[in-house]
């Protein structure tokens, strides 16, 4: 026997000691237990290696598999795989934890060809779903059945008790027949939340008069929007961007909303009785007949270093109404035109009454458009002297830090040389 297992078996001896004698290894008689271990499923990945609706090696199929298969499973794309998938049999159902790794929104599309929705997304127990790097089109909720909620919402997507992020993605050009036209999130079942960071939510329409152009938020849903753009939508009710019902919360931050329209209420975002929270944003050019910005109906709204200027309504320009004792603080914004009263909470470090000075929304860097402030903006080095990241960076992501002069911009945009601190140009 080698030195060292001489000394192991010296130290076994004098470690197992009775009350009134030492045993020798050789002498102890350890029970042999046979324990029933924890269910545990391993996940499995999918391969998508075409562009067919249905049938192997398709999105559908690759789902599906999943859909079967126990634990969180990881749908991937074949490398080098381009171009579109148009469905045409439907929608396609995610009804268990899954991760969608999708190779990049300019690279491959997903289309419900006008004809139905894309994905109806409904899991149990608020199980995780993420959705990357596609682009969501021509999404159509128009009498598109499921089990969960009423069958015209969502154009792209809707889901129900589940915890649905999506990210690096587009949704653009989608409609829907009711509340959604590209997104509707039904907070009423169960556990449902909803994180979408890194996204361009554009041109997307609800047809009649409901709530949320681009975004609907259901009854008691928790929404959080980061570093994205919501511009283009079209409502026939209320919200042109985002629509959110009673009872739910949602943060807004890093974001742009700019260039919606409702044809009642909240050209931009329509709020009722509930919480909502925006940091750091930009919200520019929308329109409604009330409220062209903002309308908020009830509840309890925080506006914190963020721009609501340029936005119309039928009385002309209007960037934010309340009614039905809605509670309204804001904080280092810069709000243009905004009635006498309108925020009847905490004001400290406001600008109004002047003009943001904006360009216009363009690729300014990062993956989603923004509106750059310009030289001479009033909102450069005007917010809140005391914030410090997080966020580290502005909308843009990296290398565009959040604070660049020592105290940070109002808005999504923070004004500062082209490519971080040593670029050769000036953002302008």
Known sequence: MSGFFQRLRRAANRLFVSNSQKKPWSQWRLPLRLELLEDRSLPSTFLVSNLNDAGAGSLRNAIIQANTAAGADTVNFKAGLSGTITLTTGQIDITDALVVNGPGATTLKVSGNNASRIFNVVTRGGQSVTINGLTLTKGNGTGQSSAEVDVKEGGAIIASGVNLTIQNSVLTGNTAGGEGGAIYLNGAEGSSSLTINRCTISNNRVTVSEQGGGIAVGQGGKVTILNSTLSGNVTGGEGGAVGIHGNSNVTIQNSTISGNMASNEGGGVWESFSTLTILNSTIFRNQAIDGGGINL????????????????????????????????????????????????????????????????????????????????????????????????????????????????????????????????????
Request: glycine share 16%; hydrophobic share 35%.
């Open 297 to 428: 109906e009830g509840g309890t709204v925080t506006l914190q270093n963020t721009i609501v200027a340029g936005n119309t309504d039928d009385g002309g320009p209007n960037d934010i109404r309340t009614s039905s004792g809605a509670t309204l603080n804001a904080r280092f914004c810069l709000i243009q035109t905004v009635p006498p009263g309108t925020i009847n909470g905490t004001n400290v470090g406001n600008i109004f009454n002047r003009d943001p000075l904006l360009g216009p929304l363009q690729n300014n860097g990062g993956p989603t458009f923004t509106h750059a402030l310009l030289a001479g903006s009033p909102a450069l080095d005007a917010g809140d002297p005391k914030f410090a990241p997080p966020p580290g960076f502005d909308q843009r992501g990296s290398p565009f830090v959040r604070v660049f002069n020592g105290r940070v911009d109002i808005g999504a945009f923070e004004f500062q040389p082209v490519g971080g601190a040593f670029g050769r140009r000036w953002n302008r």
